[in-house]
């Protein structure tokens, strides 16, 4: 179940006609939910001229850091390996298929990613390694903090669809309408229901 709750308007010192989201995502049991993907797609389908943003996963400690990622459609991905050993990352999944075959250092290509949807990240050597890219078509975009609670800064007035995504949700979440107004701070609030037996990536 997802409930949507809009506050009153706020001004936001973010330039004329940007507006802001400022959005609290919790589970079943109303607790905060940490690495929820949220993000604000236009409703008139137009996509943004804004360029996609660049990111990096690096492999630390056996673990991939940051453990939940999220891009816009046509960012591109460094995937540099900071431990003294080799790993081999790759992801089945059919957003991206793509492998990094054993290597140290940073590779010099980084990995496109061209097409919205879950990517699991996983590496060959090291089997309990876990991380997750969330790839979405607008750049408008947040990921939430231990407390569940993220914002999104810089939309354009108008109506916009706003999802969420967790890597360990129990269904997928409809989409909900919202509108929003230049200089106007609107307040979201979402309820997850998530798997609790499903593996959490063990580092952020």
Request: glycine share 6%; charged share 20%; proline share 8%.
């Amino acid at each position: 179940m997802i409930r949507l709750a809009v506050a009153g308007a706020a001004f936001a010192a973010l330039g004329a006609g940007a507006a802001s989201l400022e959005i609290t995502v919790t589970d079943a049991r109303a607790a905060p939910v940490e690495d929820a993907v949220v993000y604000a797609m236009p409703k008139s389908g137009a996509r943004s001229a804004l360029p996609a943003r660049t990111a990096e996963i690096a492999q630390k400690d056996r673990q991939f850091v940051p453990a939940v990622s999220v891009v816009q459609s046509g960012a591109s991905v460094r995937f540099p390996n900071r431990d003294p050993f080799r790993h081999h990352v790759y992801s089945f999944s059919p957003a991206k298929v793509f492998e990094i075959k054993l290597y140290v250092g940073t590779p010099a290509d980084p990995v496109l990613f061209d097409k919205p949807g879950e990517v699991a990240l996983g590496c060959n050597i090291h089997d309990s390694m876990l991380g997750y890219v969330y790839v979405v078509d607008t750049p408008h975009f947040a990921k939430t903090d231990r407390e569940g609670r993220a914002r999104i800064d810089g939309l354009p007035a108008g109506d916009y669809a706003l999802q969420v995504w967790h890597y360990a949700q129990a269904s997928t979440a409809p989409a909900r309408a919202i509108a929003v107004k230049a200089e106007e701070t609107v307040a979201a609030a979402f309820s997850v229901p998530l798997r609790a037996l499903l593996p959490r990536p063990a580092a952020n």
